[in-house]
């Protein structure tokens, strides 16, 4: 794990409630590589879109991946910023009080630019990277992509310029009047699970569900 | 439930996979009503800044809520343009080949402005919602806002600009010649479920679970 922290800036400054602002990569790398997407957002005729994706680490880089065609990916090749937030939303935190009701949660915040990653090795290895960030073990197991379409995907590396974590934990936290309350107080826990695997209607009789499949399946129950 | 359509226009085309687009309110607000969170995105000194955040739903309009010192809150409050992103991860999509892997998923991007919501009795109504969508029954159970909180807290209700929602069901489409491989293929379901409630540790002696709460509870597990 990176021992690197980032610089605290105006850009990355966590401005509300600064006491739960983490700017590690101890913290932030663990936030990322938990979530299987992003939000990515970036500036298109001075609007703000975001967009849902899948997003992977490469030590300190992050791999996004679409359509050569796609906006997004034509937004970063063309060297453009990007802002890329993952959120994990861990419970429901319940106060005494409606206005201390808040939730628990993990994010993350980077902005950076990206390059393209053309060269086909290299290629190669990122979405290996992807499929193994999809589901351990994958790449292996599932046919490799052929050079059409390697061709027809494209992926960019982003350099991290800035990064912050924001997180919440712990019970709710009231005025000290509202304790005497006789009201149920604590924390709504969630988590995002794994259900049964099911299978391709189409699947080839007798091919069975692979170790690692289900080894991943019950990792998150 | 609204029969509103929304018009199909470059903003909220979807561009990529256009089958997978819908903008109809009967398929988008179900998209909303069902995420606790939301991504804000809006454009501050030409970047692009998102903000996960609770999001409400009140009839055709979205309520948003913060500080009034927030950046987001003060964004909206100058009658800026947002737009607003909901992403529901509903399974992993493993196919024969790498590069037909992909996610089930639903997503909502909303595009709107927003007016503060000042009067009193409206801006109770507007916090009944939030807490209500949190979890619940809560609302009457809480200890309600006095008026120094009521004033601490902006909220905003959105306009809804254009609106369209993605959505991807079902197993892999793999190429035909891939259905002879030795690969399992299907779908891993993923969903988000609440676990065990975790008692405040300065819960006053006596109080028990209400019934709503563990009604919520066992609705998501």
Known sequence: MSDKTFEKTNLNRVKRMPDRGKYDAETIYPII???LICHVGFVDHGRAIVIPTILARDGDKLLLHGSSKSRMMMHIAAGNEIS??????????LARSSMHHSMNYRSAVIFGTGT?????EAKMRA??????KL???RWDDARKPNPIEEKATMICEIDIESASAKIRTGPPGDDDEDYALDVWAGILPMRQIFG??????????????PKYLED???SRQ
Chains 1, 2 share one sequence.
Not at 116 to 120: F, G, K, L, P
Not at 127 to 132: C, E, H, V
């Open 33 to 35: 590589d938990e979530s």
């Open 84 to 93: 890329i937030t993952v959120t994990h939303l861990d419970g429901l935190v």
């Open 116 to 120: 393209i990653i053309d060269e086909s």
């Open 127 to 132: 979405l290996g990277i992807f499929t193994d």
């Open 135 to 137: 589901i351990p073990g």
């Open 196 to 209: 049964d695997l099911i299978e391709d209607p189409l699947l080839k009789d007798g091919v069975q569900v």
């Open 216 to 218: 991943y399946k019950n």
